[in-house]
T-cell receptor, first 110, second 113 residues
Framework: SQKIEQNSEALNIQEGKTATLTCNYT??????LQWYRQDPGRGPVFLLL?????KEKRKERLKVTFDTTLKQSLFHITASQPADSATYLC?????????FGTGTKLQVIP | DAGITQSPRHKVTETGTPVTLRCHQT?????MYWYRQDPGHGLRLIHY???????DKGEVSDGYSVSRSKTEDFLLTLESATSSQTSVYFC????????????FGQGTRLTVV
Protein backbone atom coordinates (compact mmCIF):
# COMPACT_ATOMS: atom_id res chain seq x y z
CA SER A 1 0.00 0.00 0.00
CA GLN A 2 1.03 3.61 -0.51
CA LYS A 3 2.93 5.10 2.35
CA ILE A 4 4.20 8.61 3.03
CA GLU A 5 6.66 9.15 5.85
CA GLN A 6 7.46 12.42 7.50
CA ASN A 7 9.50 12.61 10.64
CA SER A 8 6.95 12.42 13.42
CA GLU A 9 9.36 13.88 15.92
CA ALA A 10 9.52 17.62 16.22
CA LEU A 11 12.49 19.37 14.66
CA ASN A 12 14.08 22.05 16.83
CA ILE A 13 16.58 24.42 15.28
CA GLN A 14 18.24 27.69 16.16
CA GLU A 15 17.07 30.89 14.55
CA GLY A 16 19.09 31.74 11.48
CA LYS A 17 19.94 28.15 10.63
CA THR A 18 18.57 26.15 7.73
CA ALA A 19 15.75 23.75 8.56
CA THR A 20 15.50 20.61 6.44
CA LEU A 21 12.38 18.46 6.51
CA THR A 22 12.07 15.10 4.81
CA CYS A 23 9.23 13.40 2.99
CA ASN A 24 9.74 9.79 1.94
CA TYR A 25 7.26 7.65 0.10
CA THR A 26 6.85 4.05 -1.02
CA UNK A 27 4.60 2.21 -3.46
CA UNK A 28 3.78 5.47 -5.17
CA UNK A 29 4.70 7.21 -8.40
CA UNK A 30 3.42 10.74 -7.90
CA UNK A 31 3.09 13.19 -10.72
CA UNK A 32 3.82 16.04 -8.33
CA LEU A 33 4.45 16.85 -4.72
CA GLN A 34 3.16 19.74 -2.65
CA TRP A 35 4.23 21.24 0.65
CA TYR A 36 1.81 22.92 3.04
CA ARG A 37 2.21 24.77 6.30
CA GLN A 38 -0.28 24.30 9.13
CA ASP A 39 -0.53 26.41 12.26
CA PRO A 40 -2.39 25.15 15.36
CA GLY A 41 -6.15 25.41 14.99
CA ARG A 42 -5.97 26.43 11.35
CA GLY A 43 -6.22 24.80 7.96
CA PRO A 44 -3.13 24.01 5.87
CA VAL A 45 -1.72 26.73 3.65
CA PHE A 46 -0.12 25.87 0.31
CA LEU A 47 3.58 26.70 -0.06
CA LEU A 48 5.12 24.99 -3.08
CA LEU A 49 4.46 22.43 -5.79
CA UNK A 50 7.15 20.48 -7.62
CA UNK A 51 6.51 18.16 -10.55
CA UNK A 52 8.10 14.78 -11.15
CA UNK A 53 10.30 16.13 -13.94
CA UNK A 54 11.64 18.96 -11.78
CA LYS A 55 14.60 18.51 -9.48
CA GLU A 56 14.33 21.69 -7.46
CA LYS A 57 11.96 24.59 -6.85
CA ARG A 58 12.58 27.78 -4.91
CA LYS A 59 10.39 30.47 -3.44
CA GLU A 60 11.96 33.18 -1.35
CA ARG A 61 13.59 31.38 1.62
CA LEU A 62 12.03 28.03 0.70
CA LYS A 63 13.58 25.31 -1.43
CA VAL A 64 12.13 21.95 -2.35
CA THR A 65 13.89 19.04 -4.01
CA PHE A 66 12.26 15.99 -5.52
CA ASP A 67 14.19 12.79 -6.16
CA THR A 68 11.96 10.19 -7.79
CA THR A 69 14.77 7.62 -7.68
CA LEU A 70 15.19 7.91 -3.93
CA LYS A 71 11.43 8.51 -3.56
CA GLN A 72 12.16 11.50 -1.40
CA SER A 73 11.51 15.21 -1.16
CA LEU A 74 13.49 17.60 0.99
CA PHE A 75 12.03 20.91 2.15
CA HIS A 76 14.49 23.60 3.22
CA ILE A 77 13.86 26.87 5.02
CA THR A 78 16.94 29.06 5.01
CA ALA A 79 17.61 31.76 7.60
CA SER A 80 14.83 30.33 9.72
CA GLN A 81 12.79 32.60 11.99
CA PRO A 82 10.59 31.90 15.00
CA ALA A 83 7.61 32.78 12.76
CA ASP A 84 8.45 29.70 10.68
CA SER A 85 7.46 27.49 13.61
CA ALA A 86 4.57 25.33 12.42
CA THR A 87 3.75 21.86 11.17
CA TYR A 88 4.74 21.18 7.57
CA LEU A 89 2.84 18.65 5.48
CA CYS A 90 3.90 17.04 2.26
CA UNK A 91 1.28 15.81 -0.18
CA UNK A 92 1.77 13.54 -3.14
CA UNK A 93 -0.54 13.83 -6.09
CA UNK A 94 -1.71 12.10 -9.19
CA UNK A 95 -4.85 12.27 -11.27
CA UNK A 96 -7.72 13.50 -9.11
CA UNK A 97 -6.05 12.36 -5.91
CA UNK A 98 -3.74 13.83 -3.30
CA UNK A 99 -2.37 11.90 -0.32
CA PHE A 100 -1.04 13.81 2.67
CA GLY A 101 1.70 12.88 5.09
CA THR A 102 1.21 13.29 8.83
CA GLY A 103 3.48 16.33 8.99
CA THR A 104 6.60 17.40 10.85
CA LYS A 105 6.46 20.02 13.57
CA LEU A 106 9.19 22.62 13.27
CA GLN A 107 10.20 24.77 16.24
CA VAL A 108 12.60 27.63 15.58
CA ILE A 109 14.28 28.71 18.79
CA PRO A 110 15.20 32.41 19.16
CA ASP B 1 -7.50 34.30 2.83
CA ALA B 2 -9.42 32.55 0.12
CA GLY B 3 -13.16 32.94 0.51
CA ILE B 4 -13.98 29.65 2.15
CA THR B 5 -16.09 29.32 5.27
CA GLN B 6 -16.92 26.24 7.28
CA SER B 7 -19.83 26.00 9.67
CA PRO B 8 -20.16 25.23 12.44
CA ARG B 9 -16.63 25.63 13.78
CA HIS B 10 -17.29 23.40 16.76
CA LYS B 11 -19.97 20.84 17.41
CA VAL B 12 -20.69 18.24 20.06
CA THR B 13 -23.28 15.64 19.15
CA GLU B 14 -24.54 12.35 20.48
CA THR B 15 -23.93 8.96 18.95
CA GLY B 16 -26.58 8.03 16.43
CA THR B 17 -27.65 11.56 15.55
CA PRO B 18 -27.33 13.01 12.05
CA VAL B 19 -24.87 15.85 11.54
CA THR B 20 -24.34 18.15 8.58
CA LEU B 21 -21.26 20.28 8.07
CA ARG B 22 -21.31 23.09 5.56
CA CYS B 23 -18.57 24.48 3.36
CA HIS B 24 -19.23 27.73 1.52
CA GLN B 25 -16.90 29.33 -1.02
CA THR B 26 -16.97 32.66 -2.80
CA UNK B 27 -14.15 31.85 -5.26
CA UNK B 28 -16.24 30.02 -7.86
CA UNK B 29 -13.76 27.14 -7.79
CA UNK B 30 -14.85 23.95 -9.50
CA UNK B 31 -13.34 21.45 -7.08
CA MET B 32 -14.30 21.05 -3.43
CA TYR B 33 -13.03 18.49 -0.94
CA TRP B 34 -13.81 17.22 2.52
CA TYR B 35 -10.94 15.88 4.64
CA ARG B 36 -10.68 14.66 8.18
CA GLN B 37 -7.53 15.09 10.25
CA ASP B 38 -6.65 12.78 13.11
CA PRO B 39 -3.43 12.38 15.10
CA GLY B 40 -1.14 9.87 13.45
CA HIS B 41 -3.17 9.77 10.23
CA GLY B 42 -2.76 13.15 8.68
CA LEU B 43 -5.36 14.52 6.32
CA ARG B 44 -7.55 11.86 4.72
CA LEU B 45 -9.94 12.52 1.89
CA ILE B 46 -13.59 11.71 2.59
CA HIS B 47 -15.37 12.90 -0.55
CA TYR B 48 -14.77 15.41 -3.25
CA UNK B 49 -16.75 17.23 -5.92
CA UNK B 50 -15.68 18.23 -9.41
CA UNK B 51 -18.82 20.19 -10.22
CA UNK B 52 -22.42 20.76 -9.27
CA UNK B 53 -24.02 17.40 -8.54
CA UNK B 54 -20.73 15.64 -9.43
CA UNK B 55 -19.15 13.93 -6.45
CA ASP B 56 -16.91 10.97 -5.77
CA LYS B 57 -15.61 8.99 -2.83
CA GLY B 58 -12.29 9.38 -1.14
CA GLU B 59 -10.34 6.91 0.93
CA VAL B 60 -12.49 7.13 4.10
CA SER B 61 -16.01 7.65 2.76
CA ASP B 62 -17.88 5.01 4.78
CA GLY B 63 -20.48 6.62 7.03
CA TYR B 64 -20.41 9.92 5.14
CA SER B 65 -22.42 11.39 2.31
CA VAL B 66 -22.09 14.68 0.46
CA SER B 67 -24.15 16.96 -1.72
CA ARG B 68 -23.39 19.87 -3.96
CA SER B 69 -26.44 21.59 -5.38
CA LYS B 70 -24.69 24.90 -5.98
CA THR B 71 -21.14 25.78 -6.97
CA GLU B 72 -20.56 27.58 -3.71
CA ASP B 73 -21.83 25.01 -1.22
CA PHE B 74 -20.57 21.52 -0.38
CA LEU B 75 -22.31 19.69 2.45
CA LEU B 76 -20.94 16.75 4.41
CA THR B 77 -23.47 14.60 6.26
CA LEU B 78 -22.88 12.00 8.90
CA GLU B 79 -26.12 10.03 8.73
CA SER B 80 -25.68 8.45 12.17
CA ALA B 81 -22.66 9.80 14.00
CA THR B 82 -20.30 7.39 15.75
CA SER B 83 -17.47 8.07 18.19
CA SER B 84 -14.95 7.09 15.51
CA GLN B 85 -16.07 10.14 13.56
CA THR B 86 -14.81 12.48 16.25
CA SER B 87 -12.26 14.48 14.32
CA VAL B 88 -11.35 17.81 12.82
CA TYR B 89 -12.94 18.24 9.40
CA PHE B 90 -11.49 20.47 6.73
CA CYS B 91 -13.04 21.66 3.54
CA UNK B 92 -10.74 22.62 0.65
CA UNK B 93 -11.26 24.17 -2.76
CA UNK B 94 -9.16 24.33 -5.89
CA UNK B 95 -9.69 25.81 -9.29
CA UNK B 96 -8.48 23.04 -11.55
CA UNK B 97 -8.07 19.84 -9.64
CA UNK B 98 -5.52 18.51 -7.23
CA UNK B 99 -2.43 19.76 -9.06
CA UNK B 100 -3.40 23.31 -8.32
CA UNK B 101 -2.98 24.63 -4.85
CA UNK B 102 -5.82 23.85 -2.50
CA UNK B 103 -7.25 26.48 -0.19
CA PHE B 104 -8.42 25.12 3.13
CA GLY B 105 -11.09 26.32 5.47
CA GLN B 106 -10.55 26.87 9.19
CA GLY B 107 -11.85 23.46 10.11
CA THR B 108 -14.74 22.07 12.14
CA ARG B 109 -14.00 20.26 15.36
CA LEU B 110 -16.64 17.57 15.78
CA THR B 111 -16.99 15.56 18.96
CA VAL B 112 -19.34 12.57 19.08
CA VAL B 113 -20.19 11.50 22.62
Amino acid sequence: SQKIEQNSEALNIQEGKTATLTCNYTNYSPAYLQWYRQDPGRGPVFLLLIRENEKEKRKERLKVTFDTTLKQSLFHITASQPADSATYLCALGGYQKVTFGTGTKLQVIP
Amino acid sequence: DAGITQSPRHKVTETGTPVTLRCHQTENHRYMYWYRQDPGHGLRLIHYSYGVKDTDKGEVSDGYSVSRSKTEDFLLTLESATSSQTSVYFCAISSSGTENEAFFGQGTRLTVV
